[in-house]
């Protein structure tokens, strides 16, 4: 390692140095960290799955399955039921992971890997080395094969962190691109705007929105998707049910010189009651809960009027995780709902041929 021709060494090049090594090999130490977790976490999964298949004893437990084996494994950090839970829908959602895993596991993957087109199947090595398990647990959320591709190859070209990854896939980016007339451009534009993953972080249901009309753009924001909705009454009312008669758009409600907007307000003939809707063009949040309990309310005492029955708060989001919804909304008024919606795209052909593009620059 010695060169002898090298100009002697300062004192602040040598700290220089020895700082860039130190960093040079946490970063693989980290990496290897993180490739092993999400190794174990298939494994578990894998396990808990062929038990759940063949298991002697399986049908003593059945349905506390996962509750009992977190009460057992508590001695383990981070063996909750809920990540039991995500191991074992991450060995259904990945099965090709299978053949990372050495055979001292004796892995046998007996799911059935249909994959429509396999020039569409990311490789699982650079899916292991680039995304953390905490990566994953965003991706098996996403049911549609080609969707989850898509946000695979983005997540590894543009080594995403864990919170890009969800951000952009809450704000509809596979929909926008799927939209847009340059979708090349459109996913050239994140560049500048993305948030980088740093190895350190790791120490009617649904509404189909066929019916927006969406005119021919270079490329779509949150907000068009939004406006669209907004703007085609009378379609959301008919996929809404009858019933509905529209009252409003963005309704402001004022309280000391405060101001919060509804997106939409209708009151239901027959159920003699105001329906107040509130759109997220994102994932669902707790915090949605709090505000139209807020909207709620005050219909109930400044709007309504006698002979109406209490309002009924809708809210309509990309996406939804039950147990978040189920413990936001306990206690609180029954008749407020939360509902997911999606996009039909106009075809799926463009977008296979985008991600097959990206695939090969991967490979």
């Not at 506390?64 to 060995?91: C, P, V």
């Not at 549609?144 to 543009?158: A, C, H, N, P, S």
């Not at 649904?206 to 490329?219: A, D, V």
């Not at 209490?310 to 978040?324: A, R, S, W």
Request: glycine residues 4%.
């Amino acid at each position: 390692m010695k060169n002898n021709s090298a100009s002697p060494m300062t004192l602040p090049s040598l700290i220089s140095t020895i700082d860039r090594i130190h960093q040079t090999f946490q970063m693989k130490a980290l990496q290897s960290v993180s490739v092993n977790l999400t190794l174990r976490n298939f494994v578990i999964g894998y396990y808990i799955v062929e038990y759940e298949q063949n298991g002697s004893d399986r049908a003593t437990y059945g349905a506390k399955l996962i509750e009992n084996m977190a009460q057992k494994l508590s001695h383990i950090k981070g063996m909750s039921s809920t990540a039991l839970k995500l191991m074992r829908q991450f060995y259904l959602t990945y099965p090709q992971i299978s053949q990372s895993v050495t055979d001292q596991f004796k892995i046998d993957s007996k799911i059935n890997q249909s994959v429509t087109d396999q020039s569409l199947r990311v490789p699982t090595e650079k899916l292991l080395r680039t995304c953390s398990f905490t990566h994953f647990i965003e991706l098996i959320k996403i049911d549609d094969e080609l969707k989850r591709t898509f946000y695979e190859v983005e997540t590894i070209k543009g080594n995403w962190s864990v919170r890009e990854l969800k951000r952009q896939a809450e704000s509809l980016l596979y929909e926008r691109v799927g939209l847009s007339v340059d979708k090349k451009s459109l996913l050239q534009s994140l560049e500048n705007k993305k948030e980088v993953f740093n190895p350190t972080s790791i120490i009617k249901e649904p509404y189909i929105l066929e019916f927006t009309g969406l005119e021919t753009k270079e490329s779509y924001s949150e907000n068009d998707l939004e406006s669209a909705i907004l703007h085609h009454i009378e379609d959301f009312l008919l996929e809404l049910g009858t019933g509905f008669c529209f009252e409003a758009r963005q309704k402001r409600i004022s309280i000391d010189n405060e101001h919060d907007r509804i997106d939409l307000v209708f009151y239901h003939r027959v159920l003699k009651c105001h329906i107040l809707v509130d759109l997220k063009v994102r994932a669902f949040s707790y915090a949605d809960v709090g505000q139209m309990n807020f909207y709620l309310n005050y219909y109930k005492n400044e709007i309504s009027m006698q002979g109406d029955n209490p309002p009924v708060g809708i809210i309509l989001c990309t996406e939804k995780n039950n147990v978040k919804v189920e413990y936001a909304t306990a206690g609180l008024d029954e008749n407020l709902f939360v509902s997911k919606y999606k996009i039909a795209l106009p075809t799926t052909k463009e977008l296979e041929e985008l991600v097959k593009e990206d695939l090969e620059e991967l490979i």
